[in-house]
């Protein structure tokens, strides 16, 4: 039998409580028509600005391929804009798109009540 002290286990515990945020806010965030993946993102966008496909790529942690059907869907539904890069036309550079600003706005009203329901009870 595999054993191993959980509950002492630091580790354990920050991955654990990073699934259970997650898990959150994606319920949070479905219910206003969003994913979790778009909501990164947005996220990403917001702290960097415009990002090539390769960097936003990196920076989720995911392959390419994958990356591109998220983005196909957010490039549909007019949240973001893929353009060549003025200095590599192989490069697509990502932006988002003002309509993205009201998704964006309803996507940080789901983390605020993800963060009030994972901080209740806890003193500053």
């Not at 054993?3 to 409580?17: A, M, P």
């Not at 994913?35 to 989720?60: C, D, K, M, N, P």
């Not at 990356?67 to 003025?86: N, V």
């Amino acid at each position: 039998m595999l054993q191993h002290d959980f509950e002492n286990s630091v580790g354990y515990w920050i991955c654990s409580t990073s699934h259970a945020l997650r898990r959150a806010l994606d319920s949070e965030l479905s219910r206003e028509g969003i994913t979790f993946r778009q909501w990164e993102v947005l996220a990403w966008i917001a702290i960097e600005g415009e990002l090539s496909q390769v960097e936003l790529a990196e920076r989720l942690g995911i392959e390419a391929p994958t990356l591109a059907g998220i983005l196909s869907r957010m490039e549909r539904d007019g949240w973001l804009d893929r353009y060549s890069c003025p200095k590599d036309r192989r490069r697509k550079l990502i932006r988002a798109t003002s309509k993205a600003e009201a998704v964006w706005t309803r996507a940080l009203e789901c983390c605020q009540r993800v963060r009030e329901r994972a901080t209740a009870g806890v003193s500053p």
